[in-house]
């Protein structure tokens, strides 16, 4: 039985004098842990220690104010950003409890005079908190890093596959890639209470820092929870369900979960990479055998599981339905 995530050392990515030899060990380790699991941990990503401290201390501050400062910016159906309250949404969760966090949305920035907002809805400027701290710019240069780590990571599972790695990062130009901050409180112990309730990701990868208090649980092939530890620098990676298909089924999208059993506020940070709203996404292989699902646009799909968040809308397209994986 699995017991732990693999980990992945993926200095040699950045590396500019580093041998083909390790270049290509790396690329297949990570290969080999998302086929199998769907999740990894990541050491070397050169992230600076300051980058990501100051990123923990912009969403302490998030939730340490007042919340009612927050009225005026809570998250619309048609601006899926700004503030989300606590037990507001139940993503996918086939009318299960809410999910017991909070959360401040966030967006690829995109100024109102770029062409892609006349183009697509989902595209704007973000709604940044209100507070003295500088969000934005402890935000942002967080962003920076994870985008060059996101696409390091899709270049050399490409190479691992035999996929040209300029056909998929293309499809990150202008992308919906997304951030959410999260505050989960302390929850009691019950089954029917998360939080995050079991779900998979929708997008091509997930990446979310070291978090000291735990609590994300991973679903093996063999159907057990397991802990996804995590050492400090050290990044959890995992697939989502458009990467999924974009390889034919090679890399696994897996079921997780979210419970806070400790007395702290567990807060964390993922960053979620999607492609640009008018990229199709379909199998750039052969599919592999028994795995057959329909090719989904961007920006249409994006779009119908954010709605799906809110309680009087549900997902209609079986292909976009990310399931209730509480078993």
Known sequence: MQTGLATVDISSLFAPQVSAYARAACQDALHSALRDTGFAVLRGTGVPHQTLE?????????FDVPRHQYREAMVQKDNYRGYVPLGYFTPNAGGARADQYEAWKLHWEASPADPVCTASTLYGPNRWPPIGFDVQGAVQAYWAEMTRVNDAVLAALCQALGIDPAVVLAMMDKPLTNMTLLNYPPTPVRDDVWGIHPHKDFNFLTLLAHDPVGGLEVRTQDGHWIEARCGEQEYVLNVGDMLELLTGGRLVSTPHR?????ALQRQSFPYFSV?????????????VAGFARSALQSGAASHGIWYSNWPDEAVTDPAMDLGDYAA
């Open 54 to 62: 100051r990123m923990r201390c912009a969403v302490k501050a998030v």
């Open 258 to 262: 979210v419970t806070n059993r400790s």
């Open 275 to 287: 492609p640009r709203f008018d990229v199709v996404v379909a199998p750039l292989l052969p599919p």
